[in-house]
Structure formats: structure tokens, C-alpha cells
């Protein structure tokens, strides 16, 4: 009568070097693999979770070691070798799977602590297990208390409020400057990855508009497609930078790409509205004399390191509430658990209660002549408060929380003494 175990198997990009994460990545979607989890027998439920940065299954099972091999091959085989699987794969079993899930949701594991993006992939994802419904009663609760878990730890703590990331931190310097990113312009000079992750965090914020500036014109359409906004070459940099708000320059340029003299060209077309640059760039690619200008803020990269640094100390102490908050949510599940798994034995030992009472009264009543319907209904209920009674103690015994007798023997003992082995 032991319950299924609760198993997750997982990369993530922790342990594991992008060029593995890369081919064990499940690039056609969630249905066809999902699919071919439903082919493993010793699986119960199974739920699958595939970004850039991780993949993880969760399931239920019988035997965790005959499933865990199973989904290793049926998911992975052939893509990269034994020993780089082994290397890489972590592997999570109950209460261990159930925290590193809450964990994840709340945005604890991620490369970027406290970001919102893992939560809406974690919904997608369960959103496909429940449409091909792979997904039962336990994880089912489990991925809905992952969902609330990560809500008390957005609303219980400030761990998504610290910008913990360059391109983070330039786009919450701009927010406080003009206290709205609505229906502002933005442009983004370079195409690499940190003005990626700036284009990001910026839309996130309500930016109006996004123009992407690139030597090579082509990355700038193509980043620039990605975010609804438009692309320019590096020749029209001043140009368009006549109606822009907040500029974010991070190219792999050797020399300056915008002197002062530029800036200040075209700062009376602007009529002096304030004009926010931000250089990212190693070696920069802004003149620094451009600070010294009416209405314009240059910051430059140690700038920006000193926000997130102390931004960091801040989540960090964030992080230990949060992380508070998780282990609460995994006891509580886990009592939840435990209490599905006595609870087809409390069923058996009431049903077999009841059932003696009922025997023993079809051979009792006959012999009592000349009783009432009243009186036999008395007869009757006082059969089963004296079957409740007895049965209180055994009860109490199967719920406790006791740490000398684990729960599993307790199930056993019970079943054992009140013959619930028994077919009969």
C-alpha cells in the first residue's frame, strides 16, 4: 500500500554547458514528447518543462529507478552520450522534487533571481500536460501549490524589485529618471545579447517604441522584428537620435560612436527635452565629455555595476524569505501527501466497521419481538457510535505526526491487526 514516489529529473543551466543543453533541448514543442511519456508504463502522471536555460520532467511512479531509466531513454538517448547524461542530470525524489519545483516557480533557481518570465513557463507548460491530460490528482495539486507558492513569494518579498542584471539595471535607471517608460522611444545601439536582454526588460516596462541600431543592418531588422519596433544603420544614429528618450549602446566598436558634438546637435531640435544614454559597451562607445551637457545623463558601466551590486545585497536578504517560503509550502504539501496516503486505509477500516455492524444487526434485530422502528433505529446508531468509538484511537494513531514510527509501518500495523489484507 506505499504511495508513488514524486520524481524529477532535470538539466538546467547550473550543471549544464549550453552545447548539451542545446541537443537535449525539446525544440518540436511539449505534445510529442509528452506523448511518448504516455509509452512508459510504470509511469502514473508525467509533466514536462523545456526553456533555454533547463529541461525537466515530473512524474509519479511505482518503481523510481525502472521509470527514471526509462524516461532517460525514451527523452534523451542518442542525443548525447552515457557519460555526459550522467554528468549532467540531477535527480529529485519527494519532498527533494516537490521544494526544487517550488523553487523554480519561484524564480530562486533561475539565472536571474527574482525575473517573471520562469512562471508563465511553467503555466504554458503545465497548460499542455493538462490538455493531454498526463497530469492526475497529485500533480495536478503539486504544479497549482508550485503556482501559489511562487505568488507568496512575489507578494511576500522584494525579490523581483532589485535590478540584478546590466541590462536590468540600465532600463530601471531609465524608469527612475522619467518615472514612466510609457509612451516613450528607446534605442538600442548593437544587436548582441545584452541589448536582447535590454529590449526585454524595456517592453516589459511599457516602452512605446524600440529602434534598434546596427552596423550590420540585417541583425538590427532581425532584433527589431523579435520586439515590434524598427531598425536603423549606424550612420543614422544621430539622426534618429533626435526623438529618442533613452539610448542603451552596448557594440563591440574600438572607438566612440557618439561625441559630444553630436549630441549637442541635436539637442535644440529636442528643445532640450532630458536625454538618457547608457553606456553598457567595454571598451565605451559614448564620449564621457557628454555628461557635461544641459538635459543629458550618461551613465556608463561601472555605473550601472554599483547598482547591481548593491542591489544584489538586497535580494540576497530577499532570497532568504523567499526561501523560507518555499520550505512552509513543501511541508504543507507534504502533510497533504501523507494524508492521501492513509487515506484509502481510513476508508477500508470504516468500511469494515460498518460492514460488522450491519452483520451483526441483520442477526440481532430479528430476535428482538415486538421492538419499534423508533427503537430499532436506536439499536442501530448505538452499533455505530460503539464502532466510532473503537475506531477513534486506530485513527488518531494513522493521522499523528510521529517521528519514532514512520507513517508507512503505522498504514501496516493497522492493516495488519484489523485483517485489512484480507480479500474478505
Not at 502533510?335 to 450491519?358: D, F, G, K, N, Y
Request: proline content about 2%; aromatic content about 4%; charged content about 30%.
Amino acid at each position: 500500500m506505499a504511495r508513488d514516489s514524486i520524481m524529477l529529473l532535470g538539466v538546467n543551466h547550473k550543471k549544464t554547458p549550453l552545447e548539451i543543453r542545446e541537443k537535449l533541448a525539446l525544440s518540436s514543442g511539449y505534445e510529442e514528447p509528452l506523448k511518448h511519456l504516455c509509452q512508459i508504463h510504470s509511469l502514473k502522471e508525467h509533466y514536462l518543462l523545456s526553456t533555454c536555460n533547463r529541461v525537466e520532467v515530473l512524474f509519479t511512479c511505482e518503481d523510481p529507478e525502472q521509470a527514471k531509466a526509462e524516461v532517460l531513454d525514451m527523452l534523451f538517448a542518442g542525443r548525447v552520450s552515457q557519460k555526459q547524461l550522467e554528468d549532467c542530470i540531477y535527480t529529485h525524489r519527494d519532498s527533494e522534487a516537490v521544494q526544487h519545483l517550488f523553487t523554480v516557480a519561484a524564480s530562486l533557481d533561475s539565472m536571474i533571481v527574482g525575473e517573471t518570465q520562469i512562471l508563465g513557463q511553467l503555466k504554458e507548460a503545465y497548460r499542455h500536460a493538462s490538455d493531454l491530460k498526463t497530469a492526475g490528482l497529485i500533480l495536478n495539486r503539486l504544479l497549482h501549490k508550485a503556482f501559489s507558492a511562487a505568488k507568496r513569494v512575489r507578494t511576500e518579498t522584494r525579490i523581483g524589485a532589485s535590478a540584478v542584471s546590466i541590462s536590468y539595471a540600465a532600463v530601471e535607471l531609465g524608469r527612475k529618471i522619467f518615472g514612466d517608460l510609457q509612451g516613450k522611444r528607446a534605442m538600442l545601439v548593437g544587436a548582441g545579447e545584452m541589448a536582447e536582454l535590454a529590449a526585454e526588460h524595456l517592453v516589459g516596462q511599457g516602452i512605446a517604441e524600440v529602434v534598434v541600431v546596427n552596423r550590420t543592418l540585417e541583425r538590427a531588422i532581425n532584433l527589431a522584428t523579435r520586439f515590434k519596433g524598427q531598425a536603423a544603420s549606424l550612420d543614422e544614429l544621430v539622426e534618429q537620435l533626435a526623438e529618442t528618450d533613452i539610448l542603451i549602446s552596448s557594440t563591440g566598436a574600438t572607438n566612440l560612436i557618439l561625441s559630444k558634438k553630436d549630441v549637442a546637435s541635436i539637442m535644440p531640435r529636442r528643445r532640450h527635452r532630458p536625454l538618457f544614454l547608457i553606456d553598457i559597451a567595454v571598451p565605451r562607445d559614448l564620449d564621457p565629455e557628454i555628461n557635461t551637457l544641459d538635459n543629458v545623463y550618461l551613465y556608463d558601466i561601472d555605473d550601472l555595476n554599483n547598482v547591481v551590486e548593491m542591489n544584489r545585497e538586497q535580494r540576497d536578504k530577499e532570497a532568504v524569505k523567499a526561501k523560507r517560503i518555499v520550505e512552509e509550502e513543501t511541508i504543507k504539501f507534504m502533510r497533504w501527501l501523507e494524508a492521501m496516503e492513509v487515506t484509502p486505509t481510513i476508508v477500508e477500516l470504516q468500511a469494515a466497521a460498518e460492514s460488522i455492524c450491519r452483520i451483526e444487526l441483520e442477526k440481532t434485530l430479528p430476535r428482538l419481538n415486538g421492538i419499534s422502528e423508533r427503537e430499532r433505529k436506536a439499536v442501530e446508531r448505538m452499533a455505530s457510535a460503539i464502532a466510532g468509538k473503537l475506531l477513534h484511537h486506530p485513527l488518531q494513531y494513522l493521522k499523528a505526526e510521529q517521528e519514532c514510527i514512520k507513517r508507512q509501518e503505522r498504514i501496516s500495523l493497522v492493516r495488519s491487526l484489523f485483517h485489512l489484507n484480507e480479500e474478505n
